[in-house]
């Protein structure tokens, strides 16, 4: 039986939190207990260089917005949040480990989304799988790879899922759990997406950092452009994509804002993969571990900490091997510059 609850969330929101004017949009949960958001466009909305910004999220939302929580009981456990994914579903994770908010500088201040993209069905074999691997013995209850990592370092007090748990014991569930993703790995696409502070504080003007906020605005345009690659070079460039995300307070609010200035300023064969948005709890959507331990090791893999050696963990050529296509943006100042220049050529084409 499922249980649908109704929440005020807009009174739950901290006047403090501001996103900038303009954003409606509407909160739902499907029988799937999927969290939805749908965006509309809103005439406040002006060009990067002519800001219409301030206002905080309880002023933005108040009268329209609504928060349904719901779950179905209907499938297994591991199951019931993805039972009815169907086409292509995008699952992307963030990492941005101390750095973000806090603006550190180099390769260590970066700001990652990384995951993976494949058909509904297909995640669902992926979760048995990875629910198989879960289960042990020792049986852990969910995966994150900071927590994994951490036990591989003989760091208890960090260790969350893997307290108790030996180096070795910690690297062997990593070993299984990698393994999974290179058994479907040929129904996978590897998409991710980096900006450091660096770049986003020295490359933007300062119009341009208060109308997108945080570097993660640019992580998540460079998914929706990886997606859109992806599906070009696999010849199905008309087929809309399913992007779920993780939930995290602060963070989701930054990237649907994201996906509403995409959905007005983006190139039209862009807008066209932006079928849906939504977040989950990546303690429940076992698909959202399979793109944390994407993300962990694609970050790691940009910062090269010394202890690395200049060289990529096994287990990020592992998953890089496995991986039937590889997309990735890496936002620079060249990058930068083209995305203004064609900015610009598309506006310049849009009729008065």
Known sequence: MALDVVVRFVERLPDSVEIGTGLGRDYGRGNNGQQKYAGHR????RSPG????GGSVRALLRHSTTFYAGRSQRAAPHLNYIEEWDGKVAVQDSYGDDSFGRKQGGHQGC???AGYVTDGPIWKDIAEDWKNALDGPPKIDYFRMSEC?????????NS???RGFSSAEATSRLNALVGVLEKHGQSLAWVHSIITWDTF???LTESEREYYKTPYFFCVRGVIEGCEEMLRAANAPSVDVQFVFDEQPGLDLLIHLAWNITKLWADPKDIAVMGGLSFCDDKKVLPLQC?????WHVRRNFVQPVEDHGRPREEYTRLKQSANRLVWTVWNEEKFRNDREDLRRRLSARPL
């Not at 002519?50 to 910004?53: C, F, Q, R, Y």
């Not at 793109?291 to 993300?295: T, Y």
Request: charged share 15%; proline share 0%.
């Open 42 to 45: 809103n005439e406040l909305y």
């Open 149 to 157: 990592f951490a036990a591989m370092e003989g760091k208890e007090s």
């Open 50 to 53: 002519n800001v219409a910004h």
């Open 291 to 295: 793109a944390d331990l994407l993300a």
């Open 201 to 203: 504080l020295n490359v």
């Open 111 to 113: 700001c990652v989304f």
């Open 160 to 162: 969350g899922q893997f």
